[in-house]
């Protein structure tokens, strides 16, 4: 048997990536203050790939120093024109955001940190270029109509497992990493440990 496996994070789409490629895992919230950590990065000149891969460090650090085993941090940022940007609140805001991506490209920062005993051990931050559509007003609506408050659990109000596939003309990058968990590296790692079968 390997190491224990821990994911520190309540995303349902990084447990199910986990639960669908066969990885035994605990999932523990790990309760960083998320948002005070990029303001005072952004504020410090940071940018979003940086702020995903600095969240990514914290959650496993965090998790890993009170318990044994392989902890999983992840984090992933939405960079539009040269900005980060955060979940949506509300189905409005929402609907601003995709209008305002509707026809362009955005980028997806995908970060993930392995600590052991306190201390990071392994990382990949992978990125992701999305070019949305340039889809009619009358879709938007039924999308968000379908989609309801699913939306807003992304930063970029869509799940690409989802009908928000139907969202875009073109995405250079790795699946998983839109999904917010870059998967190959991190089944290796675990295969080195022990956890999974070499």
Do not use: N
């Amino acid at each position: 048997m390997g190491a224990q496996v821990i994911l520190a994070s309540k995303s349902a789409a990084r447990r199910a990536v986990l639960t669908g490629a066969g990885v035994p895992f605990e999932a523990v919230v790990a309760g960083v203050d998320e948002d005070a950590v990029k303001a005072s990065m952004l504020a410090g000149g940071s940018g979003p790939r940086d702020v995903a891969d600095a969240l990514a460090e914290i959650k496993a650090v965090k998790v890993s120093a009170g318990r044994p085993g392989l902890v999983i941090g992840s984090d992933q940022t939405l960079e539009f024109e040269g900005r980060l940007y955060d979940k949506a609140k509300t189905l409005e805001a929402a609907r601003e955001r995709l209008k305002a991506m509707r026809g362009k490209l955005h980028r997806l920062h995908s970060a993930v940190v392995v600590a052991q005993g306190g201390a990071p051990i392994w990382r990949e931050v992978v990125s992701a270029t999305l070019t949305m559509r340039d889809f009619s007003d009358d879709f938007l609506e039924a999308y968000l109509a379908a989609e309801g408050e699913q939306a807003l659990g992304s930063v970029g109000c869509y799940r690409l497992e989802g009908p928000g596939a139907q969202l875009f003309s073109s995405i250079e990058g790795d699946y998983f990493t839109i999904l917010g968990l870059p998967l190959m590296g991190l089944l290796d790692l675990f295969r080195r440990h022990g956890v999974l079968k070499a």
